[in-house]
């Protein structure tokens, strides 16, 4: 990267000058120019060769490879193994070096963009590339933002500037920045800006996108710096005509660069498994090795010295030992092909298939928001097919994230109630009707309330009203756009404040404006401006926000809103208790609704209390270490002792489908926790809206305990409830029957965490299924060391669990805890920034494209537009997806053990040293002409059921839970038919041809003849068998899969062929034996013959399995064959009408 040089010492502060080159050089500063390609054309061959090597089996290849150019131990010509090297080897380089010209052409791309740059006394045009720490720069309308920048002043009032970061976060409302007072006043004096000298000292480079700590250091004073005054590359500018920016981290230390690293490289169970399989199979090879050798050695000392008057040893091997240790070594050689060179890059090819698939289905594409679904990795696409548990977040992602202001209380009152025109209670929506808020001009036409009992309240100029829409109107962050027509516009961070804003302006109190320390609020048609004091950020740990105004009167209030847990802590308590009282009952009574809720309270400060307060308050803001904490303690000493105001209730409707999803994931055996940062009340009722908790449920348990010794008494408690059930229910295990888990193993309960694919059901599960719900303190005790464990036995042996007021870290942790113990592949889902934690923690991460940004999408594997397509995702792709891999692996090790130890039982005819069966070009093309496309064609489109019955019965998604299709029994299943279809294909075609002439009377039982027959024979056998593992024939499986048998005759054709043979004598030797071989009908009948005798066990052994030991698919599809008889027998005839009385037609 240019400009880069090494630090003897890591950065722990960054201290610079403005328009000091000389000051500012001395840290050898990294200049702007970035890089993400990896290659240059120099060196792309070196270092790209350099990490295929890291591969084992690369290495192995390459080995081979140079002792096949020692003739004394190989009778394999080098070029066997030197094709499908250079192949390999070559798609993969050749794939590599398309990705890095893009990122080369990107990277050109960007460090050519220009942009103006102050210097002496004058703006010129500067190349990003050029641009160096300390340098100042000018921005423009619609520009990119070229570095990290400290914003020194701008075109609009009170220097602020406008940014959209859709490209550094995904979110696309604007934000707000403002320049600090003391450099805004330098304007638009580019003179000024040449002679501005002023001293920044921050935080050194680092990924956080949304903090920044350091000082400004000019004319004698220290001012704090924050991210309120911080442009970041990859952000815009919007509606401010220009500003200017002091470079302060620039190229790969800006917080986008630092946020670009490496994405952790997930792999799959299956390719786990294949890692040690290779090792296995490189343990199977030298054992043959070595049992050649020793045959050798003992066929040399017995049989060799018969044959010392015409095949005397060679001077470099004149003894039986010597002999075996060459053919240790030449036998490793000629089976080499046990190990497959092209496994791995047919995996990524079949993964990049599939991940197509997901790209285009348009089944997954969401036309509201024009949202496709993207595969961002390739590498756990069967995976998808194997999940267990899902962990998902509820706002935006179960629910629309859409906020509709719905019912508040005030001063122990409750509004929002539904009333019709004649005042009169109502129980839907449609029954009820709107208020009028026509004498609002500022009213909003989607604003619906249907209580006039509080527009009425409001006009009579309640005090508590007041003081309750007075607050919402001015604790905030949003943002106005004003609209071409005049009209306002709120841009807000969270759709929770707009809604709340929105429901402030709408009853008469709107927000109009806001500068650098002030706020203007309309309050029923008269204009009030705000001084502001301080802000008091919100964040996850905090859970609440405040901010300190002065009033025109010149009292200064302090206005909090946040979560009821932490607003009831710091309440006065000569708090009116029967407010308190009542505003809980609502707040209980609105999150049993689904609504999402939030708490407002304030307090009247004096003006010396807030003079030592702000004392503290401005000392710790211009901290440089850990500032951020020592604000959270300020903040603390001026939250407290606060009034109650009243709650407010948000509704979030669900999106389409979450309820029907969740109840066919269930189906699938896919257990689902929901991890949200919502009330109990809430999550708990959301919990029954989606189907996860369902009055079918023998049982809900709440943890709720205050301490680590109730918590764990609660758990205690709880499986105690399940092991008393289960007793109960044992002996009547015959007496019910449950056809959804009659496949499942019944297992009794233990004291121990069930490490198990499939954890243990009740004997009648339907009718014993538990939930658990747990919050975020109990949550905390809950995983801790000593209770972790015993909590998964609870929740493990729950069907839904429910995470409430939890942390983003909390939900990493649990993740975590599940992905650690248990045997199970983990999914997480969620929308916002707080989900990303817990996206990368689990096996496999999806993001969905919500309201709050894409910073989820761009942390995840899969992304998509709603939540209801993660039933196609997993039941159709996932399942498909880890049917086909299971299927090519088993396929790819049978016929590469099928063809190979043919040279093995060829070995007991020429004393065991290590001669080719086979002609050496046959050798070369086998893997990747003759077999390689019919297998990969089957592994990318392959269906063993269409997609609507993968949808109808998601039962057929638990084989990959318990990985019955691709296990050690069905590797050992494919790897014994490969060595028994070796065992055939030789001995019969030796058989046949030992003493066998042909038609004119000649003996065909040459090697020649034998080694055409033996590769014809195999290639027919191989292939009929993945025509039998075909079940959904296209066009394209006939032609590749019949293709690969055609194809054998032209090539050995050309390989046997004169002109061949003239050009290069020694690497064509078989000419004419094409011909010799195929014009003899003995040969025919022992191709047919060995194809009989290889493929009738297979299809009798399949049908006996298929009547007395059926797969998990089939006995779901037969039972529901049974199911749809005894419906449509048990139906009431409908004479000729369909069920609405409508006639019946027959489409012909």
């Not at 010509?77 to 990107?106: C, E, M, Q, Y």
């Not at 062929?1057 to 000419?1071: E, H, I, R, Y």
Request: proline content about 3%; overall charge neutral; some cysteine.
């Amino acid at each position: 990267m240019g400009g880069i040089c090494t630090k003897a010492v890591k950065e722990e502060q960054r201290d610079l000058i403005a328009n000091n080159f000389d000051y500012n050089s001395q840290f050898n500063y990294t200049e702007n120019e970035i890089k993400t390609s990896h290659y240059t054309a120099y060196n792309f061959i070196f270092i790209n060769l350099f990490e295929q090597f890291h591969r084992v089996v690369n290495i192995y290849f390459v080995a081979l490879l140079l002792l096949q150019f020692i003739p004394h131990i190989s009778s394999l010509n080098p070029i066997t193994t030197l094709i499908p090297i250079i192949i390999v080897l070559g798609i993969t380089a050749i794939k590599d070096a398309v990705d890095d010209v893009h990122r080369h052409r990107s990277d050109k791309a960007v460090n050519n963009r220009k942009t103006l740059k102050v210097k002496s006394d004058s703006l010129v045009t500067e190349r990003w590339m050029n641009l160096r720490v300390g340098d100042v720069v000018k921005l423009s309308n619609n520009e990119h933002i070229p570095a990290d920048l400290l914003l020194l002043s701008s075109s609009e009032e009170q220097n602020v500037v406008y940014i959209e970061t859709a490209d550094l976060d995904g979110e696309t409302n604007l934000k707000v920045r403002q320049a600090l007072p003391v450099t805004g006043e330098i304007g638009d004096d580019v003179k000024l800006f040449t002679s501005f000298n002023g001293k920044v000292v921050c935080e050194a480079p680092n990924n956080v996108l949304h903090k920044f700590t350091g000082n400004l250091e000019w004319k004698g004073k220290t001012i704090a710096i924050d991210n309120e005054k911080i442009l970041l590359r990859g952000c815009n500018l919007r509606n401010t005509t220009w500003c200017y920016g002091l470079v302060i981290f620039a190229g790969s230390d800006t917080k986008l660069m630092q946020n670009s690293g490496r994405r952790i490289l997930k792999r799959t169970r299956i390719e786990r498994f294949m890692n040690k399989l290779v090792w296995g199979i490189f343990l199977v090879l030298f054992l043959f090795s070595t049992l050649a050798a020793i045959l050798n050695s003992v066929w040399e000392s017995t049989q060799g010295n018969k044959f010392q008057m015409y095949l005397p040893w060679d001077s470099f091997s004149p003894n039986p030992q010597m002999s075996g240790f060459l053919m240790f070594w030449s036998n490793l050689i000629i089976l080499n092909t046990l190990v497959p060179i092209s496994l791995y890059v047919s995996m990524e090819f079949i993964r990049l298939g599939q991940s197509f698939y997901i790209n285009w289905d348009r089944k997954l594409y969401y036309s509201k928001k024009n949202l496709p679904a993207v595969a961002r990795t390739t590498t756990l696409n069967e995976e998808l097919g194997q999940v267990g548990y899902i962990f998902s977040d509820k706002t935006g992602t179960l629910t629309q994230n859409v906020m509709k202001f719905d019912k508040c209380s005030i001063n122990g009152k409750r509004y929002g109630d539904l009333y019709n025109r004649h005042r009169e209670r109502v129980r839907f929506e449609e029954e009820a009707t709107p208020v009028d808020l026509s004498n609002n001009e500022y009213a909003e036409r989607s604003f619906k309330f249907y209580d006039q009992r509080l527009v009425d309240e409001v006009s009579r100029g309640d005090h508590k009203c007041h003081q309750f829409m007075r607050l919402l109107a001015l604790c905030h962050t949003v943002v106005i756009e004003q609209t071409s027509d005049g009209s306002l516009t709120y841009r807000a961070q969270s759709p929770d404040e707009a809604a709340l804003v929105s429901a402030a302006r709408n009853f008469g109190y709107v927000f109009k404006s806001r500068t650098f320390d002030t706020i203007t609020v309309i309050e029923h048609g008269k204009s009030v401006t705000y001084t502001i004091l301080a802000v008091l950020e919100f964040n996850n740990t905090r859970k609440r926000m405040s901010v300190i105004v002065k009033d025109q009167s010149g009292k200064i209030l302090l206005l909090c809103k946040g979560a009821d847990s932490v607003i009831y802590e710091r309440l006065n308590q000569k708090n009116d208790l029967k407010v308190k009282l009542k505003t809980t009952k609502h707040l209980n009574s609105f999150a049993r609704s689904g609504l999402r809720t939030l708490c407002l309270a304030m307090k009247e400060i004096s003006k010396d209390e807030f003079d030592v307060w702000n004392e503290m308050f401005q000392k710790e803001r211009t901290a440089l270490e850990d500032r951020e904490d020592k604000l959270d303690a300020v903040y603390e000493e001026i939250e407290r002792d606060m009034v109650l105001l009243g709650a407010t209730a948000i509704e979030d409707k669900l999106q389409d489908g979450v309820p029907e999803t969740i109840a066919k994931l269930s189906d699938a055996n896919i257990k689902i926790w929901v991890l949200t940062g919502d009330k109990q009340e809430t999550a708990i009722n959301i919990g029954y809206s989606c189907n996860m908790l369902t009055n079918h449920m023998k049982k809900v348990f709440i943890i709720s305990g205050y301490s680590p010794e109730e918590v764990e008494q609660e758990i205690d408690k709880a499986l105690s409830e399940i092991d008393e059930d289960w007793k109960s229910s044992w002996g009547n295990v015959n007496t019910a029957f449950d056809l959804d888990d009659s496949q499942l193993p019944i297992v009794p309960p233990s004291n121990k965490v069930e490490s198990e694919v499939t954890p243990p059901r009740s004997p009648n599960n339907r009718q014993r299924k538990y939930g658990l719900v747990i919050t975020g303190q109990p949550l905390a005790y809950a995983l801790s060391k000593d209770l972790q464990l015993h909590f998964l036995e609870l929740a493990s042996r729950c069907e839904a669990v429910i995470c409430c007021r939890v942390t983003p870290l909390q939900k990493a942790k649990v993740v975590e805890l599940v992905k650690t113990n248990k045997k199970e592949i983990t999914l997480a889902i969620g929308d916002g920034a707080n989900d990303v934690s817990m996206i990368k923690a689990a096996h496999i991460g999806v993001g969905i494209s919500g309201e709050e940004g894409t910073q989820a999408v761009l942390s995840s594997d899969f992304s998509f537009g709603q939540f209801r397509f993660l039933e196609r995702l997993l039941l159709v792709h996932g399942r498909w997806s880890y049917m086909r891999m299971a299927k090519f692996l088993g396929y790819f090790f049978y016929k590469n053990f099928a063809f190979t130890l043919v040279h093995f039982w060829f070995g007991c005819f020429c004393g065991f040293t290590a001669q080719s069966a086979y002609d050496d070009w046959f050798v070369a093309v086998y893997n990747t002409i003759y077999t390689a496309t019919p297998v990969l064609v089957l592994a990318i489109i392959e269906q063993d059921v269409d997609e609507e019955t993968c949808l109808r019965l998601p039962k057929l998604y638990t084989p990959g839970q318990r990985n019955e299709l691709f296990n050690k029994r069905i590797l050992s299943t494919s790897l014994m038919r490969g060595v028994l279809t070796s065992v055939v294909v030789f001995f019969v075609t030796y058989g046949a041809l030992a003493d066998t002439s042909g038609i004119h009377g000649r003996d065909v039982s040459d090697l020649q003849t034998m080694a055409t027959t033996l590769g014809t024979c195999i290639i027919f056998v191989v292939t009929f068998q993945i025509a039998l593992d075909t079940t959904f024939w296209t066009g394209l499986n006939h032609f590749f899969t019949w293709g690969s048998i055609a194809v054998i005759f032209p090539f050995t054709f050309a390989f046997c062929s004169d002109g061949l043979f003239n050009f290069l004598p020694t690497a064509f030797p078989f000419v004419g034996a094409a011909t010799n071989t195929y014009s003899n009908p003995t040969i025919w009948f022992t191709i047919l013959l060995t194809l009989g005798i290889c493929l009738m066990p297979v299809i009798a052994i399949r049908f006996i399995c298929s009547i007395f030991y059926p797969s998990t698919m089939k006995t779901v599809l037969r039972q529901q064959e049974q199911i749809d008889k005894l419906i449509s027998m048990t139906s009431p005839p409908t004479n000729g009408f369909t069920s609405d009385g409508q006639e019946k037609t027959t489409s012909l």
